[in-house]
């Protein structure tokens, strides 16, 4: 257990409605990640965050904002939700100096 | 660019060796990384290796790097079913330390 966890584990949306991950970490690990997870694609990331308040974006951030107004939390917004945001979101923390990246469980969201 | 490749199915017998592939195309890749994901579940981390290393034991797994070729595997020794699951290799870009994944193989143990 890295101490990473994420809310909500599953959500059903519509289109069009605002949605908030959020990943929480027990430590303070600088570097925190947000993946989304599709079927014969691996996991590409969304964005990521190298401290507090410094985010950048990845190879997929369209369509999504992060804020990390804190160490221990990274949040994940779809602003307005669509049908191809439907995925399986993880978060994860980089642990220096051992370089070893550790994933939370996921969050499931379906948006109708 | 940014690439990695995997095989997306491999089928053994319970007992035998396991071989995963991998490859991937940046060169300046440091760290490169194996995870194991079970139906549901979230990535687990099995091993890294760092570049300047061509193999790496842990276990029942060992990591074999060629970087002449770009190429990483990942070797299952007495492969059991309980090490069903999807295999992905990550590398590592080291300006943010993001990872960049391969699509996933997925292992199938047969008792």
């Known amino acids: 257990d890295a101490g990473i966890t994420q809310s909500p584990r599953h959500k059903v949306t519509e289109t069009g409605t605002p949605v908030t991950l959020r990943c929480h970490q027990t430590?303070?690990?600088?570097?925190m990640y947000w993946y989304r997870q599709d079927p014969g694609h691996g996991l590409r990331l969304i964005h990521y965050?190298?401290?507090?308040?410094?985010?950048d974006k990845g190879e997929v951030s369209d369509g999504y904002s992060v804020s990390r107004s804190k160490t221990e939390d990274f949040l994940l917004t779809l602003e307005s939700a669509t049908s191809s945001q439907t995925s399986v979101y993880f978060c994860?923390?980089?642990?220096?100096?051992?370089?070893?990246?550790?994933f939370g469980p996921g969050t499931r969201l379906t948006v109708l | 660019g940014e690439d990695v490749e995997q095989s997306l199915f491999l089928s053994v017998r319970e007992g035998d060796s396991s071989v995963i592939n991998c490859t991937y195309t940046?060169?300046?890749?440091?760290?490169l990384y194996w995870y194991k994901q079970e139906p549901g579940a979230g990535l687990q981390l099995l091993t890294y290796?760092?570049?300047?290393?061509d193999m790496k034991q842990d276990q029942r797994l060992t990591v074999l790097l060629n970087k002449k070729d770009k190429h990483l595997s990942l070797r299952i020794a007495d492969t059991q079913t309980g090490d069903s699951a999807i295999y992905f290799c990550?590398?590592?870009?080291?300006?943010?330390?993001?990872?960049?994944f391969g699509s996933g193989t997925r292992l199938l143990v047969r008792p």
């Open positions: 994860a923390i980089n642990f220096a100096p051992d370089n070893e990246q550790f």
């Open positions: 430590e303070n690990h600088r570097y």
């Open positions: 965050s190298y401290g507090v308040k410094d985010t």
């Open positions: 940046d060169s300046s890749s440091t760290y």
């Open positions: 290796i760092f570049s300047n290393m």
């Open positions: 990550a590398e590592r870009m080291d300006s943010s330390y993001k990872l960049i």
